[in-house]
């Protein structure tokens, strides 16, 4: 999926990286480095084990995030971020700063 180069950046990220789940996902790659999927479902729920599922894969697709599976049994299968995908952290803490600083307006 390539996206236009008439998009508008702010409409191209948030295409990326929209949604309920996406963000928190890089988040906690960010901050626990390489986790295992139901180590990853534990950090971010209360997420579904199908949504995660759907979440990861497009987030690989867009190159942000690698999976790694182990030819073992039981199957291991771990996601971390790609170099990429790294290149989101500057956007990740600022959201994290203005959260942090602004958290107290809002009842949710």
Sequence with gaps: ???????CPVSLTSRIMGGK????????LMRLGRQR????RRAVPPIS???LTRELKEL???GLVERTA?????????????AFGKTLEPIMAAMASWGTAHRDRFDD
Excluded at 70 to 80: A, G, I, Q, R
């Design 21 to 28: 789940w996406k963000a928190r996902i890089v988040w906690t």
């Design 70 to 82: 182990f030819p073992v049994v039981p199957p291991k299968t771990e996601y971390s971020l790609t």
């Design 60 to 62: 690989e697709r867009w």
């Design 1 to 7: 999926m390539k996206p236009s180069s008439l998009e």
């Design 49 to 51: 084990d199908r949504i």
């Design 37 to 40: 999927f139901s180590d990853l």
